[in-house]
Protein backbone atom coordinates (compact mmCIF):
# COMPACT_ATOMS: atom_id res chain seq x y z
CA UNK A 1 0.00 0.00 0.00
CA UNK A 2 2.70 2.22 0.93
CA UNK A 3 3.90 2.06 -2.95
CA UNK A 4 0.59 2.88 -4.77
CA UNK A 5 0.16 5.82 -1.95
CA UNK A 6 3.85 6.93 -3.06
CA UNK A 7 2.63 6.21 -6.69
CA UNK A 8 -0.70 8.34 -5.87
CA UNK A 9 1.76 11.32 -5.34
CA UNK A 10 3.79 11.38 -8.40
CA UNK A 11 0.92 10.85 -10.77
CA UNK A 12 -0.78 13.25 -9.27
CA UNK A 13 2.48 15.72 -9.77
CA UNK A 14 3.20 14.84 -13.28
CA UNK A 15 -0.31 16.37 -14.27
CA UNK A 16 0.59 19.92 -12.10
CA UNK A 17 3.69 19.47 -14.15
CA UNK A 18 2.22 19.96 -17.32
CA UNK A 19 0.14 23.08 -16.50
CA UNK A 20 2.60 24.96 -15.08
CA UNK A 21 4.17 27.47 -17.61
CA UNK A 22 8.15 27.70 -17.30
CA UNK A 23 10.56 30.19 -15.38
CA UNK A 24 12.87 29.96 -13.28
CA UNK A 25 15.15 26.96 -12.02
CA UNK A 26 14.42 24.91 -8.86
CA UNK A 27 13.98 21.34 -8.71
CA UNK A 28 10.75 20.46 -6.72
CA UNK A 29 11.67 17.17 -4.43
CA UNK A 30 9.90 13.73 -4.46
CA UNK A 31 9.28 14.52 -1.09
CA UNK A 32 7.91 17.78 -1.64
CA UNK A 33 5.51 16.09 -4.39
CA UNK A 34 4.96 12.86 -1.89
CA UNK A 35 3.57 15.65 0.87
CA UNK A 36 1.76 17.82 -0.90
CA UNK A 37 -0.47 15.55 -2.63
CA UNK A 38 -0.73 12.97 -0.03
CA UNK A 39 -4.02 13.67 0.61
CA UNK A 40 -5.50 12.00 -2.81
CA UNK A 41 -4.32 9.04 -1.78
CA UNK A 42 -7.03 6.90 -0.97
CA UNK A 43 -8.67 8.06 -3.91
CA UNK A 44 -5.88 6.65 -5.85
CA UNK A 45 -5.69 3.44 -4.23
CA UNK A 46 -9.84 3.25 -4.77
CA UNK A 47 -11.22 5.40 -6.52
CA UNK A 48 -15.04 7.23 -5.98
CA UNK A 49 -16.69 9.58 -7.56
CA UNK A 50 -14.61 12.68 -6.67
CA UNK A 51 -10.93 13.11 -4.57
CA UNK A 52 -11.26 15.19 -1.17
CA UNK A 53 -10.83 18.96 -1.50
CA UNK A 54 -7.73 18.74 -0.29
CA UNK A 55 -6.58 16.62 -2.44
CA UNK A 56 -7.33 19.13 -5.41
CA UNK A 57 -5.90 22.18 -3.31
CA UNK A 58 -2.99 19.81 -3.63
CA UNK A 59 -2.68 19.32 -7.27
CA UNK A 60 -3.58 23.07 -7.13
CA UNK A 61 -0.54 24.08 -5.17
CA UNK A 62 2.32 21.89 -6.43
CA UNK A 63 0.67 23.17 -10.01
CA UNK A 64 1.44 26.49 -9.18
CA UNK A 65 5.48 25.89 -7.46
CA UNK A 66 6.13 24.36 -10.21
CA UNK A 67 6.57 26.78 -12.70
CA UNK A 68 9.87 25.98 -14.09
CA UNK A 69 10.95 23.51 -16.63
CA UNK A 70 13.11 21.82 -13.96
CA UNK A 71 10.37 21.63 -11.78
CA UNK A 72 7.75 19.96 -14.27
CA UNK A 73 10.50 17.87 -15.14
CA UNK A 74 11.44 16.59 -11.76
CA UNK A 75 7.78 16.13 -10.56
CA UNK A 76 7.55 13.96 -14.22
CA UNK A 77 10.60 11.72 -12.63
CA UNK A 78 9.10 11.26 -9.15
CA UNK A 79 6.09 9.84 -11.49
CA UNK A 80 8.19 7.68 -13.15
CA UNK A 81 9.98 6.14 -10.36
CA UNK A 82 7.23 4.69 -9.07
CA UNK A 83 4.95 3.88 -12.20
CA UNK A 84 6.55 0.76 -12.85
CA UNK A 85 4.96 -0.53 -9.69
CA UNK A 86 1.66 0.95 -10.12
CA UNK A 87 -1.54 -1.82 -11.01
CA UNK A 88 -3.57 -0.36 -14.34
CA UNK A 89 -6.39 0.79 -11.74
CA UNK A 90 -4.19 2.93 -9.61
CA UNK A 91 -2.89 4.16 -12.70
CA UNK A 92 -5.75 4.90 -14.43
CA UNK A 93 -7.61 6.56 -10.98
CA UNK A 94 -4.28 8.82 -10.63
CA UNK A 95 -4.84 9.67 -14.19
CA UNK A 96 -8.81 10.91 -13.84
CA UNK A 97 -7.92 13.09 -11.19
CA UNK A 98 -6.48 16.37 -13.01
CA UNK A 99 -10.20 16.33 -14.03
CA UNK A 100 -12.07 15.88 -11.47
CA UNK A 101 -9.88 18.67 -9.84
CA UNK A 102 -10.69 20.78 -12.69
CA UNK A 103 -7.21 20.80 -14.37
CA UNK A 104 -6.44 20.17 -17.52
CA UNK A 105 -3.26 18.66 -18.36
CA UNK A 106 -1.82 18.33 -22.36
CA UNK A 107 -0.53 14.46 -21.76
CA UNK A 108 -2.27 11.41 -20.21
CA UNK A 109 -0.78 10.50 -17.00
CA UNK A 110 1.35 6.66 -17.82
CA UNK A 111 4.53 5.25 -16.85
CA UNK A 112 5.83 5.53 -20.06
CA UNK A 113 5.64 9.54 -20.39
CA UNK A 114 8.56 11.12 -21.73
CA UNK A 115 9.61 13.56 -18.85
CA UNK A 116 12.27 15.29 -21.17
CA UNK A 117 9.24 16.48 -23.58
CA UNK A 118 7.87 17.93 -20.40
CA UNK A 119 8.15 22.28 -20.74
Known amino acids: MEKAMWWL ?6 VVVALAPPQAEAAISCGTVASTLSPCINFVLYGGP ?3 TSCCEGIKTLY ?19 ASSATPVIIS ?27
Open 9 to 14: VVAVSM
Open 50 to 52: APP
Open 64 to 82: NEATATADRQAVCSCLKSV
Open 93 to 119: NAAALPGKCGVSIPYKISPSTDCSSVH
